[in-house]
T-cell receptor, first 119, second 113 residues
């Protein structure tokens, strides 16, 4: 049963520490999204990759956040240094994007999320 | 830019009641529209979708019709169950540009026995 896998599921850390979250997209999917969910802001798009290339990271605080795809089976989201306001659930999602000519189903498959608490 | 507006929750209903969750959108062109559901402690799952005007998406007793004239995609179910308690997200995907999904803020549904 194909699914998006995220690690860690829960992370508690202290302010100033580096946090790295990892995501394994579904095999064959070529789009990867990072979302952050909080009670106050809802779902916020942080970064979006297609074929491992970053297409949109306008929602991500550049001074402390970075997102990469070292290869097609791994996406990472790093926060350095972390702050209490970064406390949230971070979701990774993957899908199939065939480009403007081919279209795509639009369906995203979400992981179970990484709950981050920064003290 | 593209945006989605959902009714605020929580929506509280008794079992077997009729459900409507309103969703309107702003987008250029002809976006595809989606409803996702999030159960407690889980990620979002696709519930239904519609890709062009007048299409009706349906799944698990839920329905939504793509209304271009009113830019709406309201979610309905004729008889809710306790197991439907979750957060429901309306979303759109533009068919131009980067085609990213834009979500609404979510509406929490609470169904009591």
């Amino acid at each position: 049963d194909a699914r998006v896998t995220q690690t860690p599921r829960d992370k508690v850390t202290e302010m100033g520490q580096e946090v790295t979250m990892r995501c394994q997209p579904i095999l064959g999917h070529n789009t990867v999204f990072w979302y952050r969910q909080t009670m106050m802001q809802g779902l916020e798009l942080l970064a979006y990759f297609r074929n491992r290339a970053p297409l949109d990271d306008s929602g991500m605080p550049k001074d402390r956040f970075s997102a990469e795809m070292p290869d097609a089976t791994l996406a990472t989201l790093k926060i350095q240094p972390s702050e209490p306001r970064d406390s949230a659930v971070y979701f990774c999602a993957s899908g199939l994007g065939k480009g403007l000519a081919g279209g795509n189903t639009g369906e995203l498959f979400f992981g179970e999320g990484s709950r981050l608490t920064v003290l | 830019g593209d945006s989605v507006t959902q009714m605020e929750g929580p929506v509280t209903l008794s079992e077997e009641a009729f459900l409507t969750i309103n969703c309107t959108y702003t987008a250029t062109g002809y976006p595809s529209l989606f409803w996702y559901v999030q159960y407690p402690g889980e990620g979002l799952q696709l519930l239904l979708k519609a890709t062009k005007a007048d299409d009706k998406g349906s799944n698990k007793g839920f329905e939504a019709t793509y209304r271009k004239e009113t830019t709406s995609f309201h979610l309905e179910k004729g008889s809710v169950q306790v197991s439907d308690s979750a957060v429901y997200f309306c979303a759109l995907r533009s068919n131009t540009g980067f085609q990213k999904l834009v979500f609404g803020t979510g509406t929490r549904l609470l169904v009591s026995p």
